[in-house]
């Protein structure tokens, strides 16, 4: 057993046992973004490494020692994708969908990030995203966020996360605020870590993003980016929080809240909470208006997020209101030769007839004591039973594994039919 090869550190299975609560957190978000009108895209999960290189940045914590980057047996170099934002817009870059378009767009699927693996923290890992383009908002910005309030409702979870607001304002209001905040830090050398030292040079804004204990008093006293908006960012920004009061959603303004992306623009926001420890964003987002421009487009909008789906998930299981169905509903026994013949071809006819049934056949034969165990153990509600006697007879035995007030019955196949339409809620 020594031998056995394992899965990579921080890369999970789903198993069969886990899989029902995926699809149905996946099934829901389909639900709510078909409601809002977005369409799926689907991309490669490899890119040329030069593509997150200039749109996430150089000196980003995933572009210095996250990404898993190699090299194609041509000598090209390629990255797993850490993130979705890229490639969505590197595609519909290539295929011309931004010119005097707008665009509602969602993917989903794995990222890759060579992390310290740990609760709600892991190198393969699942996101939801939505991108839009070509709106210059704020209307799109706070659509967005009604999408999720809508998700955590339907999901059952909205009493477990919490909304964070700021604006970043524009580039240019940046780099003013930039400098004063760059200033004010080198006052206070003393008090920065090394990694905020390094950061003082390269992207001073994430100094603020920091989760040192130490460093919240320095952080707490810093200038604030809000001081430094323009009419418009400020316009921008309230008429967001105006819709959503608008509308009853929840906000906490966090001036704090920054993206170390010299892309974002205006709108940040996260979708907090206080369950899973310090892995306590479910879902981040904002305007990245200058990543178009950025990766070679003309000059035009952006909006988005993202949602990983294991911190989802690990919300979604501390609450048991959800009812997930069992893979089978009905199983089929079938002892002896010509009973195993006559079992499936009424299989087929059964499931020719009840579209949505999930009936599974026992195969690999067994005593009815053996194949009843199996039964009771596929989670199924109903069992058809055929032995020698029910075929010789032209009929099928039906039996109830949940409910002892229905007796066990023979009846036709017709009949059967007819018997598991009414009795079986279909999912
Ligand atoms: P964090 O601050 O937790 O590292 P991030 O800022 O790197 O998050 P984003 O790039 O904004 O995260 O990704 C959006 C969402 O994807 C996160 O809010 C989180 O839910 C999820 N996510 C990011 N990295 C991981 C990971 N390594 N494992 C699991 N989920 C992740
Ligand atoms: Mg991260």
Known sequence: MANNIQAIRG???VLPEQTPLWQYAERSLREVLGAYGYSEIRLPIVEKTELFKRSIGEVTDIVEKEMYTFDDRNG???????EGTAGCLRACLEHGLLHNQV?????YGP????ERPQKGRYRQFF???VETYGMAGPDIDAELI???DRLWKKLGIRDKVRLQLNS???IAERSVYRESLVSYFEGHLEQLDEDSLRRLKTNPLRILDTKNPAMQEVVASAPELMAYLGEDSLAHFSAIMATLDDLGVDYEVNLRLVRGLDYYSKTVFEWVTDELGSQGTVCAGGRYDGLIEQLGGKPNHAVGFAMGMERLLALMETQDTVQLASPVDVYMIRVGVVAEQQGLRDAETIRDEIPGLKLQV????????SQFKKADKSGAEFVIILGEDEVSRGEVSVKSLRNNQLEQQNMSLPQAIEFLVAQVKLA
């Open 11 to 13: 890369m999970h299975d």
């Open 111 to 114: 990222m890759y990030r060579h």
């Open 76 to 82: 090209d170099s390629l990255t797993l994708r850490p």
């Open 168 to 170: 970043l304002g524009t």
């Open 362 to 369: 026992n195969c690999g034969g067994g005593s009815f004591k």
């Open 127 to 129: 996101q939801l995203g």
């Open 103 to 107: 665009h509602r767009l969602w993917y």
């Open 146 to 148: 009604l999408l999720m």
